[in-house]
């Protein structure tokens, strides 16, 4: 009886969103599809890196039309956060400021600007090589949680241009 009344409801929900022009944001037709047409361009350094692989992730644009161009400037910095008992540093945060613009390819005046930001921490080992990896991880964390958020404000902007 119980699953049958979840079932209902949930039959009932799909339904009243379809009636309402509810369209999946992820769905096949859905406005994320447009985020495939944009291609990224970033600096040099390993953070920029980090960040287009996460942004071409989250946004699926490995194989897109390049109708636009989002081009990233990265500032890194990181933080001590936590000193030891010996009065060494062994907590870090990684913190990103990402300022973005999305241009329509070939055009010179962008049609988005915004700006994003990341931060993962880690702690200091005193191995140098699990230092290193957990610095490393920590950027990558980073660039995944900015790369989430530019893609977040690229769907709004998407849905206010739409008039939705």
Do not use: K, W
Request: glycine content about 8%; aromatic content about 6%; hydrophobic content about 40%.
């Amino acid at each position: 009886m119980r699953r049958t009344l979840l079932a209902s409801l949930a039959l009932t929900a799909t339904l009243g969103l379809g009636a309402c022009g509810f369209t999946p944001m992820y769905g096949q037709d859905g406005r994320a599809a447009v985020l495939s047409d944009i291609a990224v361009v970033t600096g040099e350094e390993r953070i920029d890196f980090l960040l287009q692989q996460a942004l071409l992730d989250a946004m699926d644009a490995r194989h897109g039309r390049e109708l636009y161009q989002l081009r990233a400037e990265v500032r890194q910095s990181s933080i001590p956060l936590g000193i030891g008992a010996d009065a060494v540093v062994r907590r870090y945060t990684i913190r990103l400021r990402v300022d973005y613009a999305v241009y329509r390819t070939g055009e010179i005046d962008p049609v988005l600007t915004g700006r994003a930001s990341g931060s993962a921490s880690y702690d200091l080992s005193n191995s140098p090589y699990s230092a290193l990896v957990s610095e490393q991880d920590a950027e990558e964390r980073a660039a995944d949680m900015a790369a989430e958020q530019i893609t977040a404000q690229l769907l709004r902007a998407l849905h206010n241009m739409d008039g939705s």
